[in-house]
């Protein structure tokens, strides 16, 4: 099928498929999957710069989906997630700066690449173990509930920290918290965003999680809430730069709806602790895509 825009003929079913997997993905984890759907976009005959601009927007449609689903399960704290995207929003915008930085020294792919790939090990090594943890909590302690955090000290400090001023989030179960603390967790999330080029989503859920204290399943839900509007301001800077492919977006967007609704389902069939360890072998498609950049295997 000959796509107008982009000015390529690509087919549809493969857009639908890339869809699918992607919504899947992001329904039960909360990320916004560009770092898997960018690469299988561009394999099969995208121009680099439509892939983008297109993947933000089929994310935004599919965030969408995935979010209100979440929402009628009661798997979103609204309030959380509009304070973190004040955080989210200032660090993308520093992200770019220190990528503007780079780009004149001339060392922008390889610096970015490995600091990419030594957080998604991190992320990667630490979510499991202590999803292994919790499960193992869990089974010895006969716990019957649907989330156990094998780590909490952090959250722990995080919330004994005193700077007014304080804010509670009862829709996560967050009796008190400084307001300074969510806004530092959107404002990382977004340095990383702005110079990774990625949703964030791989190390914004794991820190609701670990560093805010925020139940596993909300954590998910109130992730995607924050990706509509960081990949909504995306796709709008992008189209107009005339880099968005509508059509395309919609091919994707069809299979993609479909795989979000399963995925957000999905997450009420598992316990906390199960999706994190899960969760932790994504991070690892992230690293080997990186590897295969820097090593020239792929061009994305």
Aim: net charge neutral; glycine share 14%; no cysteine.
């Amino acid at each position: 099928m000959e796509f107008p825009i982009a000015g390529v003929t690509v087919d549809p079913i493969a857009l639908m498929v890339i869809g699918f997997i992607v919504g899947v993905l992001g329904g039960f984890f909360g990320v916004g999957g560009g770092f898997l759907a960018a690469p299988f976009m561009f394999w099969i005959g995208v121009p680099m710069n439509f892939v983008v601009g297109t993947d933000l927007a089929h994310m935004t449609g599919k965030s969408i989906v995935a979010f209100k689903r979440h929402r009628a399960l009661g798997h979103v704290d609204m309030k959380l997630g509009a304070l973190m995207i004040l955080g989210t929003m200032v660090g993308v915008e520093i992200g770019a700066q220190v990528i503007e930085h780079l780009e004149a020294r001339q060392s922008v792919d390889m610096v970015i690449g490995i600091i990419y790939i030594v957080i998604l090990a991190l992320v990667t090594m630490f979510t499991a173990y202590e999803a292994v943890r919790s499960l193992r909590m869990m089974q010895s302690d006969q716990i019957d509930v649907k989330d156990v955090i094998g780590f909490q000290g952090i959250a722990k400090r995080i919330s004994s920290i005193r700077i007014p001023p304080m804010i509670s989030f009862p829709a996560s179960g967050i009796k008190e918290i400084s307001v300074w603390m969510v806004v530092g967790v959107g404002l990382f999330t977004g340095v990383l965003s702005g110079m990774l080029g990625v949703g964030g989503g791989f190390v914004r859920m794991p820190m609701l999680v670990y560093v805010l204290g925020i139940p596993t399943h909300v954590a998910v839900g109130t992730d995607l809430f924050e990706i509509i509007f960081s990949a909504g301001y995306g796709t709008l800077t992008h189209a107009i730069k005339g880099n968005v492919d509508i059509i395309m977006a919609l091919a994707m967007h069809t299979g993609a709806a479909i795989g979000a609704q399963i995925g957000a389902v999905s997450t009420q069939y598992f316990t906390g602790p199960r999706i994190r360890l899960f969760f932790s072998f994504l991070p690892l498609i992230g690293i080997l895509m990186v590897v295969l950049r820097l090593t020239g295997v792929i061009a994305v």
